[in-house]
């Protein structure tokens, strides 16, 4: 099965800097990649996605990109903010060819990066 | 839309005690996820179900853990007996599986057990 390696377990930075957390997966059959973020006390939420079609996508402060070549996609936060202290999770997953919208597949989550922003 | 809505939000019982968490997806939303998120073992997913059907079980710990989904709009997940490991937050996850091109997971809340 899928495998999700996640780095770093936290990391602490200034506001107004960059955060970078890098993932890696193990299944090149995956081609589904999305980053959700977690508040405190509560569930996940999505704040960007990417597919395998794709090297980098962006929104706002918020970028992603992806080396199928290397197994290996990243978040990055721009000029962060104390909002942005969270924990932050990676996913990998499978949209097979001839999906069927209905039908779901699976995510492999990451062990979570715990990003706090500092003043 | 209310989200998705799990009940109850916290539950403390004693081992051996049975145990079952509830869950409504988003309506209109075709595929239900049940993860478990522990400090030690993260952000498990137990089993997904698409359309009311359970597509993969293999995340169940153990035959203790059981769920179903008698309708698209309700589904649980049974502890039985449950056990102090079994301590841990459980989410329920809703998606539309690719309708509007979305393939985004709307997690609830989350249940927190506490077994003692």
């Known amino acids: 099965g899928e495998n999700v390696e996640q780095h770093p377990s936290t990391l602490s930075v200034q506001e107004g800097d960059s955060a970078v957390i890098k993932c890696t997966y193990s299944d090149s059959a995956s081609n589904y990649f999305p980053w959700y973020k977690q508040e405190l006390g509560k569930g996940p939420q999505l704040i960007i996605d990417i597919r395998s079609n794709v090297g980098e996508k962006k929104d706002q402060r918020i970028a992603v990109t992806l080396n199928k070549t290397a197994k290996h996609f990243s978040l990055h936060i721009t000029e962060t903010q104390p909002e942005d202290s969270a924990v932050y999770f990676c996913a990998a997953g499978s949209l097979r060819r001839g999906f069927s919208a209905g039908t779901a597949s699976k995510l492999t989550f990451g062990t979570g990066t715990r990003l706090q922003v500092t003043l | ?116």
Not at chain 2, 26 to 42: A, D, E, K, V
């Open chain 2, 1 to 116: 839309d209310a989200g998705v809505i799990q009940s109850p939000r916290h539950e403390v019982t004693e081992m051996g005690q049975e145990v079952t968490l509830r869950c409504k997806p988003i309506s209109g939303h075709n595929s239900l996820f049940w993860y478990r998120q522990t400090m030690m073992r993260g952000l498990e997913l137990l089993i997904y179900f698409n359309n009311n059907v359970p597509i993969d079980d293999s995340g169940m710990p153990e035959d203790r853990f059981s769920a179903k989904m008698p309708n698209a709009s309700f589904s649980t997940l049974k502890i039985q007996p449950s056990e102090p490991r079994d301590s841990a937050v459980y989410f329920c996850a809703s998606t539309s599986g690719g309708y509007s091109n979305s393939y985004e997971q709307y997690f609830g809340p989350g249940t927190r057990l506490t077994v003692t």
